[in-house]
């Protein structure tokens, strides 16, 4: 007798499951400390003003940065944390989560754009990187002057942090800022979406093959 056929997973499950994994992730992990970590390697904070624009030039800055020859140990720890941050920050792929500080994305897109900061300045000082590195600093300058953002800053502006430390979005907050909310329950929704093609799909040959 053939067995009984699996339902499909409804997109509201699964939306509904991927916020509650999330949040709890976000709860079992640690928590920065109010005076952050010193195991690691101080990264010095960034305005709300230069994220802005350095967020427009990240691209550039690592790519110039992985192709960097004459590098050391603490070049390599800083540039490792703004890769991580990224990803913790979702690839910068959330709506607002550069530019409003509402954002429960805020903090941590601070922390990989203060790193990717860092990993600009550091180019600076090696002698194959130097010029390029000189090109997007002036351009980031001249930017930044041009759209006036030099004395904007916000809550974070301030926070410096360390390599040590990882920061996390704010998931308890993601209920209450509607653009956060909307992204990721589309991106849920679109998730749900495919895996739900995917056993469309997939199902006619299970049956060809009974």
Sequence with gaps: MKSERTRPFPLTTFAAA?????????????????????????IPEISHGEMAVIADYRGRIMDLAASAVDTNEPFRRVLNYAEIQYSYCLWGRVPGSVTDEESPFNEC????????KAVLMS???????????GEI????DAEMV???LALITCRFS????????????????????PASL?????LASLLGLMAFALRRFLRPRAQSSE
Excluded: Q
């Excluded at 430390?165 to 209450?176: C, G, N, Q, R, T």
């Design 123 to 133: 180019m600076r000082e090696m002698p194959r990187e130097a010029p390029a590195a």
């Design 146 to 148: 041009g759209r006036g």
């Design 109 to 116: 897109a601070h922390a990989y754009l203060a790193a990717t």
């Design 18 to 42: 991927t916020f509650l994994l999330a949040v709890a992730g976000n709860a079992c992990a640690h928590s920065r400390t109010a005076g952050g970590s010193h195991a690691g390697l101080d």
């Design 137 to 140: 600093i002036s351009a980031i």
């Design 158 to 177: 301030g926070e410096a942090f360390n390599t040590a430390d990882i920061v996390k979005p704010h998931w308890s907050k993601l209920p209450f800022h």
């Design 182 to 186: 909307a992204s990721l329950t589309g």
